[in-house]
């Protein structure tokens, strides 16, 4: 099965690896009818958000991005540009949705500081990976023992409330939201060779 825990030293001794399919930035209502039309072709999606980070005591920023991804593109919802409009609304509340991602419990108080909004269909993996025993809960972590190789974290702390996202900041938030996915699937596989 997968190992419980892994350190520093190993991870980066792995492989960087990171989203390689289309990221499609979504900032205008016309675009998000658009993503809304794909996205629902699809029943299991990887999920994410980024945050502009706070360097004053106190201060609090709202969430500035959604990211939803399958294996071929991500979707990148500039919320703090166009909100959280009704079509994106359903979809988080949309159980028929599996939505998979890390740490959910605070992006959902997050975005409910954006909007009233009751979550369904959302799967968190540092819940999901104790069935598997495994002790590490990072995202970093998790993609580590499950898939093998590591992500880079560098574009954590930039400005996600920026004008234009940079490629960088496009590639690290997709791959957030692709990994999420990634486990699950392998996870779930695992579990059938094992049955």
């Not at 999901?128 to 574009?155: N, P």
Request: no cysteine.
């Amino acid at each position: 099965m997968f190992r419980h825990v892994i350190d520093k030293d190993e991870i980066n001794k792995l492989k960087v690896r990171h989203f390689e399919g289309e990221i499609k930035v979504v900032d205008s209502m016309d675009a998000i009818h658009e993503a809304m039309k794909e996205i629902r072709k699809f029943h299991a999606l990887g999920f994410d958000t980024e945050t502009k980070p706070v360097f004053k005591k106190g201060k609090k920023h709202n969430i500035s991005l959604i990211q939803i991804s399958n294996h071929e593109v991500a979707w990148l919802f500039r919320v703090n540009i166009t909100g959280i409009p009704d079509a994106l609304k359903r979809l988080l509340e949309d159980e028929a949705y599996l939505k998979i991602g890390v740490s959910l419990h605070d992006d959902m108080l997050r975005l409910r500081r954006l909007i009233d909004f009751s979550p369904n269909g959302f799967l968190d993996l540092q819940k999901y990976t104790e069935a598997f025993q495994i002790e590490s809960k990072s995202l970093k972590k998790l993609v580590a023992i499950v898939l093998g190789f590591k992500i880079s974290k560098s574009q954590q702390m930039s400005n996600w409330e920026a004008d234009v996202l940079t490629e960088q900041q496009q590639r690290y938030a997709a791959t957030d939201a692709w990994v999420s996915l990634k486990i699950y699937e392998k996870l779930r596989s695992s579990l059938n060779q094992y049955q």
